[in-house]
Structure formats: structure tokens, C-alpha cells
């Protein structure tokens, strides 16, 4: 038997190496965390050189730079130090959440200086000073997924004077260190949209800042040819609300998502969600395009019955597409080839096509119709012929079909037999239709 000393070594054992695996586990998950983690990006630096030219007039120079975003904390070495490195440290936003999931292969990385046009004012975040550098780093799905516009505060090393001008920008050089903190970060997750007529549309907008009851402005414009029309606004502080579409409960969290309640033809253009809290002014854009499938339709059904050497008019139409742009292609198909993948022939396009104009329905779409003419022949019969529609608003085209039969006709010499025995049996039917009726009539004379 074990003794209880035994026993509760027995027991220390084990509840030490429960102790062991969690710390293995909790290790194995931070590091898992870690590699999880964007270490860093590479990204194109839109560098400023600001000029009087010969006529007196201000002009920016943009001097393209290689540049590395990197995530860590201060004292970091750069990962390549032969590039401009833009330094991303402890901040209560971090910009990698933004596009989790996501490699470093799908993004566009984008930093501009920004330039609060002369307005001085000190963030309201640790460390802050009212002389910061200001830097607006975007970031883009390749595919169109979504769109990041971040603000990074950099504060210099020295004081600028007093006398300096706030156009004026002090030298990067390219193999320079610059410490940042993420200020305010917006994004949208539907940098285009493509609803229907008629629909409901939401525009997402999603905003966050690094400190607490920040004084912001949210606004919603759309633009379209030219013209730029205020949609919401909202200001935090004294609760001023114009236009609707935006949930003021959602607006507390961050949640600036836009929603228009009935897509017609003017609603499109450029949806521009903006956030102001002095001194910084970020915005995202939504791009809006109304796509509605067309109704595609034949005016034969599906099976058509003809006699040898008649036409018949066979039309496809497209109804109710918009935009304009469509392709109406008919094609013809030999029996018993529709289905099979290995050695049938191909469909052949059917020539002669007419196409009709197109047709501005009164809600704004548009309708066209392709029509040919078609002589039944023996030798048809058993076809098919495939109507195919191809709108930018299908992933796939419609396809609408029909199966010829074509019958020999009628026999002239069946015709004449008919008719010669109608004109024996129709005499011999008056005179017994007559006889009948004057039966009776005799029969009362006789008596």
C-alpha cells in the first residue's frame, strides 16, 4: 500500500504538471498570437516639398519614397534599416485589427503627410503637443474589400520655432525612424456598392478614437456631377442632428453606418462619411452604381412545331436592365449535343440577327429585343435554339431555349381524295336530310 506521504507526493506531481501544460499552452497561444500579428507592411510615402514658383504661386512637389509601417513599441529597431520607417507604437487603437485576417500580399499602404491647415491645438492624448506631425496612412484591399484611413501623431524630436510656416515641412530622411501613435481610424467595409432598384442600401462607416468623449462631427454628403448635397450631420457635443439615415445609438459606439431606404436611379454617385474632431478631418468614400437584372423572355415556348419550309418570327427580350450596355447572342444546337462535354459539336451562333432599338422604360431601365426569322427544314427538326443575355449585373448570362420540330405537310393527293368524297356524300346527305323532313307529310296525305 502507498503511504499518505506517497499519496500527497504523488499528488504534488501531478498538479505541477497541469501547471507545466497550461504555461506550454499559454505560451504556444501567445505565440500563435504573435505570428498572428502583421509585424509590419511596406508602403509608398507621398513625400511634400512645398514651393513658391515664379508667378508667386504656392505648389506642392509629391516625392515618391519606399516605406516600411511598423508595428511595435518604442526602442524598436527597424526591420529594414535602409528605409523610412514609420514606427506604430502603444496606442488604445491599434491598426491591425482593421484587417485581420488578411496577408500583407492583399493591401495597399499609403501614408501622406496631413496638414491641419494652421490650426494648432494639442491632441488630448498622453504625450501629446501641439506642434505634432500629422500623417494620414491608408490602407486598401486589393479586391476592393474594404478601405482604412488612419491618423498617426508623431511628435519631433526639437521645438520648430514660432516663426515657422505651417506649409513648411521638416526633412525625412531615408533611412530615418519616426516614432507614432494611432490617433482616429475610419473604415468601410462596401468601398462600392451595386444594389437594385428599389432596394434598401446600407453604407458602412465605422469610426474610432483614442480617447474618450472626443468633440466629432459626423457627416454623410453624397456627390454627383459636380454637385455635393449634406445628407447627416451630428455633432457630439451639443447634439445637433440634420437629415437621418445614421442610428444615434450606433453613433455612440462608433457605428456610423449610413442607410438609404429606397434605391432609385438619382441615388447614385459618391457617398462620402466624414469625421471631424479638430484638428484632424478624415473621411471614407462609398461608391454607389444601381444594377437591375434584366427579364429575359422568348415569344415562342419552349417547344415549337413548324411544317417543312414555313417561317416564323422568334424573339428574345430583355427587359428591365440598367445600365445600358447588354448582348443578346442566339446560338443553334444539333440533337442530343445539349449536355454532353465530349465530342459534341459546338452551338453555332445563328447569323442574321436584328436587334430592336432600345426601349427608355419610364422608371429608367431599359428594354431590347433580338429577333431572326426562321425557315423550318427537315433537317432542323430536333434543334435547339439557345437565347444567351449578358448584363455586368449577372455573374452568369440567362439562357432561355426552345426545341424545333419540323413536320412534313399534308399530301396534295389526300387533299383530293377528301374532296371527292365530300362531294359524293354531300348530295346523297341533302336528299336524306330532305326525305326525312317530308316523311311525316306524306305518310297524313296517303291516309
Not at 512645398?50 to 511598423?70: A, G, P
Not at 437584372?293 to 436592365?321: H, I, M, W
Request: aromatic share 10%; charged share 20%; net charge positive.
Amino acid at each position: 500500500m502507498k503511504t499518505n506521504k506517497q499519496i500527497n507526493k504523488n499528488a504534488t506531481a501531478t498538479v505541477t504538471d497541469v501547471k507545466v501544460i497550461k504555461r506550454i499552452q499559454n505560451t504556444f497561444w501567445q505565440w500563435l498570437h504573435c505570428v498572428d500579428q502583421m509585424p509590419w507592411l511596406p508602403c509608398q510615402f507621398f513625400d511634400e516639398h512645398i514651393f513658391v514658383n515664379h508667378e508667386n504661386h504656392t505648389e506642392t512637389q509629391f516625392i515618391h519614397k519606399d516605406t516600411v509601417l511598423q508595428f511595435g513599441k518604442k526602442g524598436d529597431a527597424p526591420v529594414n534599416p535602409h528605409a523610412i520607417t514609420f514606427l506604430v507604437t502603444g496606442s488604445k487603437l491599434d491598426l491591425r485589427d482593421y484587417v485581420q485576417g488578411v496577408g500583407a500580399e492583399r493591401l495597399d499602404c499609403e501614408l501622406r503627410w496631413f496638414s491641419t491647415e494652421g490650426i494648432q491645438l494639442r491632441w488630448p492624448s498622453h504625450g501629446a503637443q501641439e506642434y505634432d506631425c500629422w500623417f494620414r496612412c491608408t490602407l486598401k484591399h486589393t479586391a476592393g474589400h474594404f478601405t482604412v484611413n488612419a491618423f498617426l501623431r508623431h511628435t519631433p524630436a526639437q521645438r520648430p520655432s514660432d516663426q515657422q510656416d505651417y506649409r513648411s515641412r521638416p526633412a525625412i530622411g531615408d533611412r530615418d525612424l519616426l516614432p507614432t501613435s494611432v490617433a482616429m481610424v475610419l473604415q468601410t467595409l462596401s468601398p462600392s456598392v451595386l444594389p437594385a432598384l428599389s432596394s434598401q442600401q446600407k453604407l458602412h462607416c465605422q469610426f474610432a478614437i483614442d480617447h474618450k468623449g472626443p468633440n466629432a462631427q459626423v457627416e454623410w454628403h453624397r456627390q454627383t456631377r459636380g454637385e455635393r448635397l449634406l445628407l447627416f450631420s451630428h455633432a457630439s457635443r451639443s447634439g445637433q442632428t440634420k437629415g437621418s439615415g445614421v442610428g444615434l445609438k450606433a453613433l455612440v459606439g462608433g457605428d456610423a453606418s449610413f442607410t438609404l431606404p429606397l434605391v432609385k436611379l438619382n441615388s447614385e454617385g459618391t457617398y462620402i462619411c466624414s469625421v471631424s474632431v479638430p484638428p484632424l478631418l478624415g473621411s471614407v468614400d462609398v461608391t454607389l452604381h444601381v444594377q437591375e437584372r434584366p427579364r429575359v423572355s422568348l415569344n415562342v415556348g419552349s417547344s415549337l412545331v413548324l411544317t417543312d419550309g414555313t417561317f416564323q418570327k422568334v424573339a428574345c427580350e430583355a427587359e428591365g436592365y440598367y445600365p445600358l450596355d447588354v448582348e443578346i447572342v442566339w446560338y443553334q444546337e444539333q440533337p442530343g449535343a445539349s449536355g454532353k462535354r465530349v465530342g459534341a459539336p459546338l452551338p453555332k451562333k445563328v447569323d442574321n440577327i436584328l436587334l430592336s432599338s432600345h426601349k427608355h422604360n419610364q422608371e429608367g431601365t431599359y428594354s431590347l429585343s433580338a429577333f431572326f426569322y426562321l425557315q423550318a427544314s427537315l433537317s432542323q427538326s430536333g434543334y435547339q435554339y439557345t437565347c444567351t443575355v449578358s448584363h455586368q449585373s449577372l455573374l452568369v448570362p440567362i439562357r432561355k431555349s426552345f426545341t424545333l420540330t419540323v413536320e412534313e405537310p399534308t399530301s396534295w393527293t389526300f387533299y383530293f381524295l377528301i374532296a371527292g368524297l365530300l362531294a359524293v356524300l354531300c348530295p346523297m346527305l341533302c336528299y336524306w336530310y330532305k326525305g326525312e323532313r317530308q316523311g311525316p307529310h306524306t305518310k297524313k296525305m296517303m291516309q
